[in-house]
């Protein structure tokens, strides 16, 4: 059934029962042909069941009256694990030296939610998002903002829409199991995807890690001032002088660790220098 | 090198290089080849490289100075992804309506440690086990007991030794490495060391949730008394009314859940009956 505009009163609307509507609407609800094919051209894989595919890219919120749907939930905890599994992997053969607390951080960074939004953003696989959420839209173009100000990995700078992740996962799920569950085949994908990955010489801590540990070490008193229910800002002050604010209105973590990251860029002078040259508080 | 006794003064050794010696120790040291064979035959499945099988039985304290060794900290990672993906894979098939939520409970209980230290005991791997942790043997012998008391899979009232889940999982990823990575070839090995495996209708919460779940919903008060610094007991009350102590000296929350299983017991008068008339209390 459709509305359609009643030509002698554009204020009403005739109901009417148009099979072929219905026929196009229905399309439309499905995943295109031509959508598959960009998918797949870009993950460099092509789908023996295309449902699968289809599955992977549809959230729960995408539901409409007379069309049974499944949600990609089930795939993205297939995909979560196969994931797990081929990082793994990878670092275990790439580092023989590495105990597990050290391939543990590594993973970490790899499959983590910001990781997977920013491999979602970087391959455009949000376009084929299938939902109804929203607010959706806005987080994806504020989160694609951010990512701007922090071209590597932020760790914690940036808030990401889980929702980009699980899509990354559930896509890897869904290869995994229409290609027989083979790891080497799904691992080509992943490999693209997620490149270029987090290694030991681009491993980063949170800047609040960071900067605790650096006072610390060196003996200097850290606070932080929580303005945050207020103005959405947390300020930082080492050895009662002020070094950094950070304002994030959605999330008090997120703007803590902007304050942590500006406190260390004052007092590293150069951040991302190996061995920066702090100059002394007090 | 060794030291011999000096056949005029017993107290003053005399220090040898004993080639034949050191070589008889080496071959002590490392797992013969009956033990080699013994766990294959046990697990089914042949080494190609057996070093791998050796340093998977190869705990950190088992350590002889000028023997280099690896422990099985490595493989034990890798063989908890393997685990977790192959169980997750598993259920996901078997159960094409279960939402993440549920898939998740399955896994948790066929990849918890009480579950693999029992299929380490039944399948007797730790007779293999390379250690010198002199108050294992000891813990190991208080879990054989303590698991014929529960032959099932206790939910909490067992504390079981975390060595031994080690074990399997570090065999896991062992078999893993060895087989070029097939999920299928380690999968064979997996169903056969953890059969019977928990499903949905073998699943069972802890107790301490399962009384909890009771109480709520039939709006009965639940207190716990904590004796567990003096004696190593719990007691539990319900509408006031004592219904069963629970002990363990190790670890409280062992005690907790052994207290609450006794008043399950108690309340339900068949726990083990799905649906239980309890009594009144009031």
Known sequence: MEFQENPEN???????SSTEAEEEQEEEYGMTDAEREEIEELIGY?????????????????KKEGFETESF?????????????????EHYVANP???????????AANVGTEKLARAAMKWNLHKFLRHRKPLLNDQIGEFSKAIEEYPLHSAGLV?????????VESLIG??????????????????????PMVDNTTLRPHPKTQLNEYCQKNNLQLEYENLWEKTGEVKVYVNNKYVGTGAY????????N???????????????????????LD
Chains 1, 2 share one sequence.
């Open 159 to 167: 808030d990401s829409p889980k929702v980009l992740a699980d899509i």
């Open 258 to 280: 902007r304050a942590a990251y500006k406190a260390c860029t004052q007092i590293f002078n150069d951040f991302t220098s190996p061995n920066p040259t702090p100059p002394v």
């Open 10 to 16: 554009p204020l009403v609307h005739i109901i009417s």
């Open 174 to 195: 869904a290869i995994f199991l229409d290609c027989n569950s083979s790891l080497e085949t799904t691992w080509q994908v992943v490999k693209k995807l997620l490149e």
């Open 46 to 62: 092509k789908f023996n069941d295309p449902g699968l595919l289809q599955t992977a890219f549809t959230d729960s919120s995408y």
């Open 97 to 107: 030296e590495f105990l597990p607390g050290k391939l543990t951080l590594l993973r």
């Open 249 to 256: 209105r959605s999330k008090r973590t997120t703007a803590l």
């Open 73 to 89: 939930e089930r795939l993205e905890y297939i995909g979560d694990s196969v994931l797990n599994l081929l990082i793994a992997r």
